[in-house]
């Protein structure tokens, strides 16, 4: 598997994978095959996207320590940046779809629908982290710093289920909610674990709790 | 653009009168040029506008109905299409995703049904489908639906005055509101599993309200008899208020004295209120209401248009909440 995974064709393999949501729905905007609204479904489409390409991104480190499969890490920057281009897509879409671009009114419903802001919030952290994700980025910040600085990835998918959360809860409808915030759970959990396992005692120096840095 | 208030607006003025509401009736102005001597041509033209019903798309047992008198109850906008108006809904007794009433409504057993009057009225009863169908002539009637979340459609009603049935049960001096009980029957439900609202769904009216002639008791739409995703084979439809007060599946109608809760109230009152008329000035707790999507006519990069106070209805229904603070009552 780690032969496949490092075959040359195996990013760009991923790449267009990870395309293939946003040809889909680039796809049912032009044929108009999203329904009855799809402003709507693209705006969830993208979102969802979004959610699920952070989960892919926390999933690589305990799937590749679990496997064997090292060259998975391959990939993670590819899915982080997919998580990213399809946060761009999603706030495009609420931007320009459903406000039409009108400063006033986004300035307006912001404060009126608080998962708005804390989706505002998420996409604001992905920033830095897209900002520097190219390797010259990581050797001028310093592996460490460059380490520290990703962790905002744990604060930007608590915060995208959140947002998630309370979207969802307008209709009192938690199930797929929960099926993320199950996965997340996970993910998260499995990092705690970790280091909780690799470094028992409390106040131990942050370079050595390693684990939670992927 | 300008900017809207979110609160502290002044009382409802009756010449805040839309034109949209006056292009509305043009339908209505046709018939009656049809009947009058406008020219023959004209007359003819017209006279073809005032009579031909929506045609359907086939799928369903037709319908037929005469086109209706009622002040407003024509619109001249374009219809939204069958297949949304049959594939977009929302009827949570089957799912919570828009999609999943036109998939799982199958399983609904619309025949036989019957309807149970009761509560402050000289005739309590039970009627059966055959009854209500010949309660009143079949009326088509082109409302704007708005729903609560944002969107809106333009939909060919089948069915006549709820006043019909309601003067027909002679309400007693007591009889205040009318409450809308609908099916709640886990075998053919599978959205009652979950526990989005309390079941049955139920809905209500002051009793002036229940009585105006647009509030409508719908059995089809489109020359057809509703589809079950739509809320077979019997529905309220309330065109000047948010769409969720018009209850589907009907199978209880209570007159009361006290103003009763809805379903949606008791979920969550301060955001959906017993009145929930369509307004514009009044914003949702969590999103605004100044404007409307809508559903398969603005295209996917046209802007919002403007949500119109009483759903467009202000000339027919605004004067039954003459000096009430809609911001109160909402």
């Given amino acids: ?214 | 653009m300008h900017f809207i208030n979110d609160k502290g607006h002044g009382p409802l003025r009756g010449e805040a009168i839309t034109p949209r509401a006056l292009y509305a009736q043009r339908r209505e102005f046709l018939g009656k040029l049809a009947a009058g001597s406008a020219g023959a041509l004209l007359a003819s033209w017209a006279a073809r506008e005032a009579i031909a019903q929506t045609a359907g798309p086939g799928k369903l047992r037709p319908l037929p109905a005469g086109k209706s008198a009622v002040s407003g109850a024509l619109t001249m906008e374009k219809l939204s299409a069958y297949s949304d108006v049959s594939t977009y809904n929302n009827f949570y007794e089957f799912g919570t995703d828009k999609s999943d009433p036109a998939r799982l409504a199958g399983s609904l057993k619309t025949q036989p049904w019957t309807v149970v009057v009761e509560g402050e009225v000289r005739k309590p009863g039970t009627w059966d489908m055959d009854a209500l169908l010949k309660l009143a002539p079949m009326e088509e009637r082109i409302y704007r639906m708005r729903c609560v979340e944002g969107w809106s459609m333009v939909i060919p009603w089948v069915g006549y005055s709820l006043a019909e049935l309601v003067k027909r049960v002679e309400p007693t001096g007591n009889a205040r509101f009318v409450q809308f009980v609908t099916l709640a029957d886990k075998s053919q439900m599978p959205g009652l599993r979950s526990s989005v609202l309390d079941w049955p769904y139920v809905e209500g009216l002051r009793l002036d309200e229940a009585l105006h002639p647009l509030a409508m008791l719908a059995f089809g739409l489109y020359g057809e008899v509703l589809p079950n995703q739509n809320g077979a084979p019997v529905r309220l439809v309330v065109p000047w208020k948010y769409g969720f007060k018009s209850a589907k599946s009907i199978v209880r109608i209570r007159f009361v004295e006290k103003q009763p809760k809805s379903s949606w109230e008791t979920a969550a009152a301060s955001e959906y209120g017993f009145y929930s008329n369509v307004n514009p000035k009044v914003d949702h707790p969590r999103w605004s209401q100044a404007t409307e999507r809508r559903i398969g006519d603005d295209g996917l990069l046209s802007k919002k248009r403007p949500t119109l106070m009483f759903n467009g209805y202000e000339a027919q229904v605004g004067q039954l909440y003459a000096g009430m603070d809609l911001s109160k009552f909402f």
């Fill in chain 1, 1 to 214: 598997m780690n032969a496949l995974l490092s075959h040359r064709t195996a990013k760009p393999l991923f790449f267009l994978l990870a395309l293939g949501p946003f040809l889909w729905l680039l796809y049912g905007a032009l044929a108009n095959a999203l329904g009855p609204n799809p402003a709507e479904a693209l705006t969830r489409g993208t979102g969802d996207w979004v959610l699920r390409f952070l989960c892919l991104t926390l999933a690589v480190t305990p799937l590749r320590q679990w496997t064997g499969w090292t060259a998975l890490a391959r990939l993670r920057r590819m899915l982080g940046l997919y998580a990213f281009f399809y946060g761009l897509l999603h706030m495009l879409c609420y931007a320009w779809l459903d406000m039409g671009f009108n400063v006033g009114e986004i300035v307006r419903d912001i404060p009126k629908r608080p998962f708005v802001l804390v989706g505002t919030l998420a996409m604001l952290l992905m920033l830095p982290l897209a900002a520097t994700s190219f390797n010259r980025a990581i050797r001028a910040l310093g592996p460490g710093r460059w380490r520290q600085l990703h962790r905002f990835v744990y604060a930007i998918v608590l915060l995208g289920l959140l947002h998630f959360f309370w979207m969802r809860s307008a209709k009192n409808d938690f199930g797929e909610v929960g099926l993320y915030a199950l996965i997340v759970a996970l993910l998260l959990g499995w990092r705690l674990w970790q280091a909780r396992r690799t470094h028992p005692r409390p106040g131990a120096a942050p370079k050595a709790r390693a684990g939670l840095t992927s």
